[in-house]
């Protein structure tokens, strides 16, 4: 039995976004908040070294947003795991920061509004750093989109579990 996610408030989500954006405000907030997981996100990213947060995140056993940060890293397991596991809005996430639509409507469809908003401060911070990027992610993730669909799901939308299934 995989370990249950932690579930995360729209503004504890919004922070996080913010504070990738670069919002020191936002950041000392999940640093002040009981969210330093969120907080090792963010410095995995502004980091441009995930390696500490990976290591930090594995230490107290956040699974989820481990994978979620080493999917960036371009570990398929990784985003495998998020597939299957109780957090499947950081899989959808890690999707929609790469502009898969589907995954966008599936978070939007089940209520992860906030997800969203967090995708799109990804994206944009993908977008910035694209000549600077520390892992092989930008462009390199091919194994996304196999069959012009999300990991082989084939087109449809993000919830396929092969051929039309729900997560």
């Given at each position: 039995?995989?370990?249950?996610?932690?579930?995360?408030?729209?503004?504890?989500?919004?922070?996080?976004?913010k504070a990738?954006?670069?919002?020191?405000?936002s950041?000392?907030?999940?640093?002040?908040?009981?969210c330093?997981?969120?907080a090792a996100?963010?410095?995995?990213?502004?980091?441009?070294?995930s390696?500490?947060?990976?290591?930090w995140l594995?230490?107290?056993?956040f699974r989820?947003l481990?994978?979620?940060?080493?999917?960036f890293?371009?570990n398929?397991?990784s985003?495998e795991?998020l597939?299957?596991?109780?957090g499947?809005e950081?899989?959808?996430?890690?999707?929609?920061?790469?502009?898969d639509?589907?995954?966008?409507?599936?978070?939007v469809?089940?209520g992860?509004?906030?997800?969203?908003?967090?995708?799109?401060?990804?994206?944009?911070?993908l977008q910035?750093?694209e000549h600077?990027?520390?892992?092989g992610?930008i462009?390199?993730?091919?194994?996304?989109?196999?069959?012009?669909?999300?990991?082989?799901?084939?087109?449809?939308d993000?919830?396929g579990?092969?051929?039309?299934?729900?997560?």
């Open positions: 039995m995989l370990p249950i996610s932690k579930k995360y408030s729209s503004e504890q989500i919004i922070n996080l976004a990738i954006d670069g919002n020191s405000f950041y000392n907030w999940l640093k002040n908040n009981q330093l997981e969120l996100i963010c410095c995995g990213f502004l980091n441009r070294d390696s500490k947060s990976l290591e594995s230490k107290y056993k989820v481990w994978s979620f940060i080493d999917s890293d371009g398929k397991n985003f795991y597939k299957h596991c109780d499947k950081w899989g959808a996430t890690f999707c929609a920061s790469y502009g639509n589907n995954a966008i409507k599936w978070l469809k089940s992860f509004n906030h997800y969203v908003f967090l995708s799109k401060a990804i994206y944009e911070y910035r750093n600077n990027v520390r892992r992610y462009g390199g993730i091919d194994w996304l989109s196999s069959d012009g669909g999300f990991d082989g799901f084939g087109s449809g993000f919830g579990g092969g051929a039309g299934g729900d997560w």
